[in-house]
DNA sequence: TTCGACACATACTC
DNA sequence: GGAGTATGTGTCGA
């Protein structure tokens, strides 16, 4: 597809969309050391800034793209991992993550994501399911991979002859089963209907080692309440990138998923009308590549000179394309409206309730997702820190899954020593690579493009 | 007001 | 340069 790399400023807009918090809902072991998941989110089409409210915004009909990955800290070479759930512990067999919306945050109603494929309308809608996802290694990142007996060994050699990506052993993570599900029909995960993926593919050191996957070509299903122009009580929705683990029993073919951490998002404008709709905000709509439809809408595409400097075909080559996007960005968003997606912050935080209380929020940095420096400084110091706070401000403590640990970025921000070794590093982690949607150079990369998974897995 | 479907326009790839 | 593809979005009816 051509397309969804052109977007110039949005696509580069949207990699500033921030993923506040960080929920960790269920503890994980590995040879008797506790794990930390963490979670990375970006979204990396599809948003956009509001200009007149500074909202993130999007629109219902138009596509979006999610990549994410996560981490396990420590990353134990080899061991097994168990997940902590009523008292007991069971074995996890394997991974995935999945893309969900939810009005007012994690613990609101949930909104439905649809998935298309390139047919769009004459093809299957789906809902997202599990996409089995590795543990990205730890390497480079001032934590080293660790070995089941605490020896430390040389991240690049964490791909080793079998191509297992170094972490944790997870027997079923690289089966040839479906993501949602080992039982019944299942459609691989880079599926042969359509013929995409392919270069995602190519990123992976090893067929079926996917440290990374985009959910692709998502739309929401719904729009947020009162988008329209009075802007009486906006609803919000929130994407959530959820972390599961497998914890089947021995022997069944059956996926067990259970979410074992989160990353929800910042609050988003889901508008449900044309562009043409809200035109005297400014066009956010993607002006990128279709053009207005017929009839116009009077503020057709500034053909070629938006797209330019961006990688052709840059979905499908996730790797390297965003970075070159920026070259778009002297198209029209940016001289016309002057949205700059770098300014400091989205300003819209992450609203404790779902409903526009009218103040912009500026409490949320734009790099809202910890950054790896920050984590290694985190993980530093000794004695995991551990927040048992809201996910949001003001929100009554009891909303709050139990055994929920909560990161929320202020604490992050708030201390000057993360700055001073996030800005250091910058270049150096691998997170700066996630950051400009390259893939590490072990990284595997997964789309959901093509991906049809079935939905009869079993979730709790 | 929102959503689904249809249709058109346009950028991009081959 | 043309065909095919992908995607944004205008329009209309429910």
Redesign the pocket.
Known sequence: ???????GSTQQESLNFPWPNLEILLDMTCEGQAVTPEVHAKVE??FFLSTTDQKWTC?????FSVACHFELHPNINNGRLYLKRNNCQEQIQAMGMRLSAAVDGSGGKSIELIQ?T????NGPKNKIDVTKVSPTPSAGRGEHTVSPHGIYQVPMSTFHATGAVAGPYLPLQHSGESSGSSSSTHTPQLSSQ???SASAASHLPVPGQHTMHTF??VQF??????????RASQQYFHLIVELFADVRKDGSDTANWVKVAQRVSDKIV?R??????YQNEG?H?????????????G???S??T???G????G?RSSAGTYGGSSSGAGGYRANQYGVHPSSDGDGSGSSPGSVDEGAVDTDHPIDAVMSDAERADIQGYEGYQYYPSTIYEGVPQQTLPPLSKVESMARYSSDPRQYAVKAEYADAVPGAQWSNGGCGRFQGVESSRGYYPDLSASYS
């Open positions: 597809m051509a397309s969804a790399s052109g977007y089409k599809g629109y219902r009909r138009n596509y298309h390139p047919k769009r309308d359509y013929p995409y692709e070509r299903k719904q729009a947020t309440a009162n988008n329209g122009k009075r889901v449900g009308r044309s562009p043409s709709h066009n709509g993607q002006p990128g590549r279709g053009g207005s439809a017929s009839g116009g809408s503020y057709s595409t053909s070629g938006m797209y330019g961006t990688n052709a075909g979905f």
